[in-house]
């Protein structure tokens, strides 16, 4: 029996467990989990960036594998202190930047010549050289936190006014703390969205396919930026993930081994698709979220082959095997969301199998923000409380699924988009 610890919380974490769950031959924990991941998930209560239980519960229950959720522990180096007694699936901590800082990650982008948006850097005590370049630019304009900002430290200015205000918010820690002290001026590039998954065992590499991640909070792209509302997949032809690959994959994972530091682990690069040319947004070093939850359910591999691959070093060798159709991802959220989620709502739970995500065939939930009252009943912790995903032959019959599989989980004052894969 393979034993994995999947290390996060949200509903990307839970995709991940149900996806190893259907190997049967995996035992599958994660801490510190949610209340809506059930059995034969097993919850282990250690928060994500304690790295010494962490480290205890590895050795004691012999775990074969570790794989990384969220962004803080791994920039905060779980890799470093867990790799020597399991294979932790997370580039270490010098690797971190591609997605801990913006600023840093554009300078790698720009030395490496992968094709992304023009940018100015501003620390926070050249706050007014900052005011004054936003007062001659050119709007829209988008406006970044350099650090970790749990997808919220991004805006897309119309106007100066707009810009300005976010500047300020970034620069006095009100909003995002010690990562807004940095801040990156992008050009706006006008296009859709695509985010590129891909998996190294840091000689080989393989593609998982692409999505489209909708960010903003309201129906139309309209609203602040959050974590993502949902999604689709696969979004793209075979050709535009070809362009990707020769034009950034390849020279990313280059540039990388060529300073030493081959790339292992989940890499997720955003883009924007301009006129059928890719150009980078971001990196994280991890699987997106809603992301994971929209791609995991199509590949029809084992958790356990993959990971054997990677182990081995041959997924360069590996044949994903893919479900024919699409997936389509809802996410629903609190009140509030995301300045000030309100949270302790009850959420109407039907019967669920798979470790409290199978819904029906088809329909599948991913639990986030919820946990059990003193009755067992289960209420919202605020922010996103989860993903409901629809599989189908067409994209139209994934979406009526997603759709339909959400009615099945209401709660008062839940906010979610109604144009998630329309037209």
């Not at 890799?79 to 930047?97: E, N």
């Not at 990971?307 to 095997?321: D, F, G, H, P, V």
């Not at 409901?388 to 839940?414: D, H, I, M, N, W």
Request: proline share 5%; net charge neutral; aromatic share 8%.
């Amino acid at each position: 029996m393979v034993r994995l610890l999947v290390v996060g919380r949200g509903a990307r974490e839970h995709a991940i467990a149900h996806k190893a769950l259907l190997s049967k031959n995996m035992e599958v924990y994660v801490a510190p989990g949610n209340a809506g991941m059930k059995e034969p998930i097993r919850r282990v209560p250690i928060e994500e960036t304690d790295f010494s239980r962490l480290r205890d519960f590895v050795r004691q229950n012999k775990i074969d594998y570790v794989i990384v959720g969220p962004e803080a522990p791994i920039a905060r180096g779980v890799y470093d202190d867990l790799h020597d007694v399991a294979k932790v699936i997370a580039p270490p901590q010098k690797l971190a930047f591609l997605e801990s800082s913006k600023a840093k990650a554009k300078q790698f982008m720009e030395t490496i010549g992968v094709p992304t948006a023009s940018a100015v850097v501003f620390e926070r005590m050249r706050q007014a050289d900052a005011e004054a370049y936003l007062q001659g630019a050119a709007y829209p304009i988008v406006v970044k936190a350099s650090g970790l900002a749990g997808g919220k430290g991004v805006l897309v200015a119309q106007n100066n006014e707009e810009a300005l205000s976010f500047l300020r918010e970034c620069f006095s820690g009100v909003r995002f703390g010690s990562a807004g002290h940095t801040v990156v001026i992008e050009e706006f590039l006008l296009g859709e969205e695509r985010s590129v998954i891909l998996l190294s065992d840091g000689k080989g590499y393989v593609i998982f396919p692409a999505a489209r991640d909708y960010k903003r909070l309201g129906d139309g792209d309209q609203g602040p930026n959050t974590g993502g509302m949902g999604g689709y997949a696969p979004a793209d032809t075979s050709q535009w993930i070809e362009s990707v690959r020769e034009k950034v994959i390849e020279p990313t994972l280059y540039a990388l081994r060529q300073a030493g530091t081959p790339y292992r682990g989940f890499l997720f690069i955003g883009l924007m698709k301009v006129e059928e040319e890719p150009y980078v947004l971001e990196y994280n070093v991890r699987l997106g979220d809603p992301e994971a939850q929209l791609i995991l359910p199509l590949v029809e591999n084992s958790m356990e082959e993959i990971l054997y691959y990677y182990t081995i070093q041959k997924l360069s060798e590996l044949k994903l095997r893919l479900r024919p159709g699409f997936s389509v991802g809802v996410v629903a959220a609190t009140r509030g969301y995301p300045e000030s989620p309100q949270k302790g709502q009850l959420i109407a739970l039907p019967s669920t199998e798979e470790g409290g995500a199978r819904l029906e065939a088809n329909e599948y939930v991913y639990w986030a923000g919820v946990e059990a009252d003193e009755s067992g009943k289960l209420r919202t912790t605020g922010g996103r409380a989860y993903t409901v995903v629809g599989l189908g032959e067409t994209l139209e019959v994934a979406r009526q699924r997603a759709y339909a599989g959400l009615e099945k989980l209401p709660f008062e004052s839940r906010h979610y988009r109604t144009d998630i894969a329309k037209g």
